[in-house]
């Protein structure tokens, strides 16, 4: 027995042990039902009963045009990320470039190939299309590996410190 007066097991079994466990024990699946049903008819009858289907699909018509449009907000602002990675890229490259020109290292012909490749993808074609995605994203992976062998290479030097 406890100070209420009630066996041990009565007592903890009439305190919740869950905050939601008072709302989870009185759900009950008839009265949830017809709560829904009634909210649906009464949107139904604000919106009007002859209209109501039409409103449905164009509401959903009206969601799926605004995932598009941020979707296609999202990829110009990917495109605007990898040609901002790639011109970079490219900077680095030419740093680390005469930078392992300046200690005698190869890099001449790199930096003169690697240029070139770079101002003919960044700059050919028109601004939109599939065409652009591609070559900024060639650009930006030709960059970033000349970065790495141009770094490669100053580790080879063992000079990464200048003179």
């Known amino acids: 027995m406890n100070p209420a007066g009630l066996p041990k097991r009565a ?3 009439a305190v ?3 905050p939601n466990e008072v709302f989870m024990r009185r759900r009950d699946p008839v009265l949830l039902a017809w709560a829904l049903g009634l909210g649906l008819a009464a949107l139904v009858y604000l919106v009007g009963p002859d209209r109501f289907v039409f409103r449905v699909l164009d509401t959903l018509h009206v969601l799926a045009w605004r995932l598009s449009e941020a979707v296609a907000d999202l990829s110009v602002l990917a495109l605007d ?6 011109i970079g890229l490219f900077a680095t490259f ?4 005469v930078t392992v020109a300046r200690r005698g290292g190869r890099s001449r012909a790199a930096l003169i190939l690697v240029s070139l490749l770079f101002l003919f993808l ?12 591609t070559r ?7 960059s970033g590996m000349g970065a790495l062998v141009m770094t490669g290479r100053l ?5 990464l410190v200048p003179r």
């Open 16 to 18: 919740p042990h869950h």
């Open 11 to 13: 007592a903890s079994a």
């Open 155 to 159: 580790r080879q030097t063992g000079a």
């Open 94 to 97: 030419v740093a680390l470039a």
């Open 122 to 133: 960044a700059g050919g074609g028109g601004p939109d299309g599939a065409s652009a995605n």
């Open 136 to 142: 900024w994203t060639a650009a930006l992976l030709l």
């Open 81 to 86: 990320l990898v040609r901002a990675l790639a």
